[in-house]
Structure formats: C-alpha cells, structure tokens
C-alpha cells in the first residue's frame, strides 16, 4: 500500500516523499530578485519531497504584482542559484513555477506603464499588489487590458523558452508551467477571458493552442521529465469562467498525455477556497478527468491541491487516487510540516497578516518542532 511518506520518481526527478510545497506568492523579493531571506525560507523547507517556488514572472510584461520574482535579469537568476545551491545542499528537490500574469497586471507594473496583455481586452474583476511610494503593501484593481496580437504571441512562446532554459541553468530540478488560478494561459483556456475570432479563440482545440505551443516549447528546450503544469478545471480565481470546464480540461489533459511530463497538478475546487466549489451545473468529476488522462496514455504523476490535512492526504495516495499532495498555508507555519505529518504533531497556524511583503516575521520565523519542545 503506497503511504505519504513513500519516495517517488515523477519524471527525471527523485523525491523522498510525496509531499509537496505548493506556490506560495509572499512578495519578499524587491526588484524582482531573490534575496538571502528567500534563500533561508526554501532552505527551512527542504525536507518537502519537491519544493515548487512562488509564482515567478517569466519575463517583465509576465510581471504582475510588486515585489515577486523573476527569471528575466541575470541578478534575478544569480540569487535564483543561492535558492537551488541551499535546496539541494540540504537534501531537497525544487523546481520553479513559470508565471505571465497576463491580464492581472496593473500598468504601474508593465513596461512603460501600458496595459497589461490577454487573449482579449476583457478586464478582471480581480485585484493585485503593489507598493505605495511610502513602502506600505496595497491591493488595487487589476488594469484593463489589450489583447495580444496574433504577431506577438511567438515572441512570448519564446519567452517561456529561454525563461525554462534559464530556469534549468541556475539549478532548478525542473519547471512548472503556471496555467492555472485565470493567468494567461487560463485566459486562452476558459471562455469567460477569451472571446477571440482567430486560430487562438472560440472552439476548445482553438483555446488550448496557445497551453500546447508553450508546453511545446519548453519540452523541447528542457526535456519533458522536467516539466510539471498546474492546472485549476473550476476555479473562480481572478474572475475565471468557463461553463464547460470537463470538456475544456479533458481536452487539456488528452493533450498533455502525449507529452512525458513529470507531472500533473491539479487545483481542486476554488484556490484556496471549498473543494466542492462548481462552475456550472454539474460538480467537476476529478476521477474521470484522471481516467481520462490514463486512456489517453498519460503516465506523469498526478499531484493535488487545495485544503487537504493529514488524513486526508494519507488516504487519498493509499487509495490511488493521487500520487502527490501539495500542501500550502501549512507549509507557510510549518518549516519541517514533513515532520510534523509524520509523527502527527500539532501545526503552527499561519498568520493571514503576514503572507503578502514584509520581511523576515511570518515568513522565515515561524519555530520547527525541536525549537518549540519544551
Ligand atoms: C500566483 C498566485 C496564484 O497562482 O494564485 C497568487 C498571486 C497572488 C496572491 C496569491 C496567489
């Protein structure tokens, strides 16, 4: 019987359990480049199975909060391999969540303060993060944005190319494409953000080119036992709307199956929210989405998401329902939550207050289990 705690080799990567660190957005890296303090919080969580970073921009228009991190500058990418030097000198695997925000972007944050781009010129009901000119943190509603011209689109599948190459040179175990949580790739994907009339609009297989053309590309650049995707089916995350989102997302997964991905990730239900969250009619049937994936040939490992505890992680990998779970807000509170899960001791509960900016408090000061044993 498979446990939690089982090493797993998902693609060309080794793990020494199946618990993963899912992206956590923290907004500590100013100038979009990692610091020391990122590199002593990846670091205390080593001991995850796979740490996968914070949504990270891949290029400065992909950029669409303040104070997250890039793959664009050498900088950025030098304090990126003090992050993997440290993750592997103690023992773990990481890889980087490779992030265009698209539309949820505000022009205060995009080149030349223009409007963020998106499949269509469609504005998000949704907000993002800056910083006022005093320092202060502020969430602030997204900018309208324009929609990419069939010209540039290319030029930003060449982005996530040289992005996962760069990604791979400063010692990542691998990438995860974000096409989850309505960023870009989910502004193609879902009807709501795409209301299109060329090859990259209206029907489904339409939709979902742009997703191939990437995960193509960086296959390509970097093998496909190194790259992992994220995908959320029903999310309403930054105003995402599909009504048909089986059929979009078993499209999806048919399509990935070609590929020998290191894995699958899945967001089930609303991001951070109830796992039963339903767009539609009917609730979103993750089984028959795997199976779906399985009959199409897939073989990548299935990791999933969202509000999972002990207990039901520990059952749903024995039952073969999954074969990674990637645990969030626990991780935040819980440097050593592998541990902790383990031999079933109490967790830190995360302090809300300090998940977005600041520095070292709710980020890197949270006690291991040792520290706090009287
Ligand atoms: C990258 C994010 C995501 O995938 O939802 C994110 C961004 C800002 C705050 C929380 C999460």
Redesign the pocket.
């Known amino acids: 019987m498979t446990s939690l705690f089982d090493p797993i080799k998902i693609g060309d990567i080794e793990l020494a359990n199946r618990i993963v660190m899912a992206?956590?957005?923290r907004?500590r890296s100013p100038g979009a480049v990692p610091n020391t303090l990122n590199v002593t919080y990846y670091e205390q969580r080593a001991s995850a199975g796979l740490l996968i970073t914070?949504?990270t921009a891949i290029t400065h228009q992909g950029q669409?909060?303040a104070d997250?991190p890039g793959l664009y500058t050498q900088e950025a990418l030098d304090g990126w391999k003090q992050v993997t030097n440290a993750v592997h000198k103690a023992g773990g695997k990481i890889v980087v969540?490779m992030?265009h925000v698209g539309r949820i972007s505000h022009t205060s944050l995009q080149p030349n303060g223009g409007k963020p781009v998106s499949a269509s010129a469609i504005q998000a009901k949704s907000k993002?993060?800056l910083i006022n000119a005093d320092g202060t943190g502020t969430f602030a509603e997204t900018s309208e944005p324009r929609a990419l011209e069939l010209s540039e689109i290319p030029g930003i599948i060449e982005d996530y190319r040289k992005a996962a190459r760069a990604a791979i040179d400063a010692g990542f175990d691998g990438v995860e494409i974000?096409a989850?949580?309505g960023?870009l790739i989910d502004q193609f994907l879902r009807s709501g953000s795409n209301v299109r009339t060329d090859e990259y609009g209206g029907p489904i297989e339409n939709r979902a080119r742009f997703l191939f053309q990437v995960v193509d590309a960086i296959t390509r650049e970097i093998g496909e036992g190194r790259t992992g995707i994220?995908i959320s089916p029903v999310t309403p995350?930054?105003d995402s709307s599909d009504p048909d989102a089986q059929a979009l997302f078993t499209y999806v997964v048919e399509g990935l199956a070609k590929y020998k991905l290191s894995y699958i990730h899945i967001i089930e239900g609303a991001?951070?929210g109830p796992r039963d969250f339903q767009q539609g009619d009917t609730p979103f049937d993750y089984k028959a989405l795997r199976q779906a994936y399985e009959k199409a040939g897939g073989k990548a490992a299935w990791m999933t998401n969202n509000g999972y505890d002990r207990d039901l992680a520990i059952e749903t990998v024995r039952d073969g329902k999954t074969d990674l779970v990637a645990f969030g807000k626990p991780f935040i509170s819980n440097p050593d939550l592998v541990e902790r899960l383990k031999d079933n001791a109490p967790l830190n509960t995360p302090d809300q207050a300090t998940f977005?900016g600041g520095g070292a408090k709710g980020y890197t000061d949270y006690p291991a289990l040792e520290q706090q044993v009287a």
């Open positions: 992206p956590l957005t907004n914070e949504a669409g909060y997250v969540q992030w993002t993060y974000h989850a949580n960023y994220r995350a930054n991001t951070g977005y």
